[in-house]
Every structure is written in structure tokens, then in C-alpha cells.
């Protein structure tokens, strides 16, 4: 009576695994792996590390998209906002063209010793980013002459 239920048993796994190929693949290669147990620890360990990376990947997500719902209505509240001033400057802005400019009007000179030495301070950072630009492309010319001196030497 026994083997009649295991040959029944064998025999739908068999055609089970017949139909499903990739299941078949998955247990041939875990009779594999329990044939070399040194090869089958290393496939383990990688299969474990890949799954465990893909739970990270998932809860790196969830959590993301968790942060993006919790921070819609808080955008959506911002937008309004800058929505309601921008068109708030616009109704604003046709009453201000029609008032009266002094032409030819300049704006007074502001001229203070903190802006020159800034300007200063400019023109001094922009000539060291020279000078250290030309030190790096010399430095690249050496290097690329050294790489093709190595290569007619192999050749």
C-alpha cells in the first residue's frame, strides 16, 4: 500500500516539475549543491546576500515613498502659496508701471572699501585657479607622454 502512494506521490511532483521548468532548474541545482557542500555554502551565502540587499532596496522604498506621501499636502500648501503671491505680483506690478519715474534717474553710487576688497579677493582666487589649472595640465602632458612612451616600449 505504501509504495502505491509513494509511486502516486512521485509521479504528480515528477509531471509537476515537468510543467514548471524553472522550479526543476531550482531543484537540480539545490541536489547539486547538497553533492558539494563547499559550493553550495558559497551559493547560500550569495543567494542570502542577494536577498538581503532586495529587503534593504524594498524598505529603502517603502520608506521613500512613505516620505513623499507624508509630504504632499505640505507641497501642495507651498505651491498654493507661491501661486497666490506670484499672482499677487503680477496684479501688483501693472499698478507700479503706472507710476511716475524720474528719467534719466540714476541710483547712487554705493562704492565702500568692502566691496573693492572683495573684488580683490576675486581677482586673486581666480588667478590661483589659473595657475593651479596650468600646474594640472602639464602634470596631464607628462602623463600622457609617459603612458606613450610605455606603450611604443611594449610594442
Do not use: C, Y
Not at 10 to 39: C, D, F, K
Request: charged share 15%; proline share 4%.
Amino acid at each position: 500500500m505504501s509504495d502505491v502512494i509513494q509511486t502516486a506521490i512521485a509521479s504528480s511532483i515528477s509531471e509537476w516539475l515537468q510543467t514548471h521548468p524553472a522550479v526543476l532548474r531550482l531543484v537540480q541545482l539545490l541536489l547539486w549543491a547538497s553533492n558539494h557542500p563547499i559550493w553550495g555554502l558559497v551559493m547560500f551565502i550569495i543567494v542570502v546576500a542577494i536577498a538581503f540587499s532586495l529587503i534593504k532596496a524594498l524598505g529603502r522604498l517603502l520608506e521613500i515613498l512613505g516620505l513623499s506621501i507624508l509630504k504632499a499636502p505640505f507641497n501642495f500648501v507651498l505651491a498654493l502659496i507661491g501661486f497666490s503671491f506670484k499672482s499677487l505680483g503680477t496684479l501688483g506690478g501693472s499698478a507700479f508701471q503706472q507710476l511716475p519715474v524720474a528719467k534719466n534717474a540714476e541710483p547712487p553710487a554705493l562704492q565702500d572699501s568692502n566691496s573693492q576688497s572683495i573684488e580683490n579677493d576675486k581677482q586673486q582666487r581666480l588667478a590661483d585657479i589659473s595657475t593651479r589649472l596650468e600646474a594640472i595640465k602639464q602634470e596631464q602632458n607628462e602623463l600622457l607622454q609617459e603612458v606613450a612612451d610605455l606603450i611604443k616600449s611594449d610594442v
